[in-house]
């Protein structure tokens, strides 16, 4: 597990894209694993970061991101097959 220093030097050098656009967020679980949350970032703060993806609603504390920026959009649905 991280502690709070090692969680909040990592912090400051990772930036958060701007809230709105679509985001992969890397960070670390209690268990010191590391997960991604992809979806919009809907709001970002010093301490909060909040992701709507897939899951739900994702709210992931600044000092437990690993790494985190910008995707693309999803690809288009494919056409079924005939």
């Known amino acids: 597990m991280v502690t709070d220093a090692a969680g909040a030097g990592r912090a400051a050098r990772i930036r958060i894209p701007e809230p709105g656009r679509r985001v992969v967020v890397r960070y670390l679980l209690p268990s010191g694993q590391a997960t991604d949350a992809l979806g ?14 897939k899951r739900g609603i ?11 920026k910008p995707v693309p959009p999803p690809p288009a649905p494919r056409n079924p097959r005939s």
């Open 40 to 53: 919009e970032l809907l709001s970002a703060d010093a301490e909060m970061v909040v992701v709507d993806g």
């Open 58 to 68: 994702e709210r992931i504390s600044v000092a437990d991101i690993v790494a985190a």
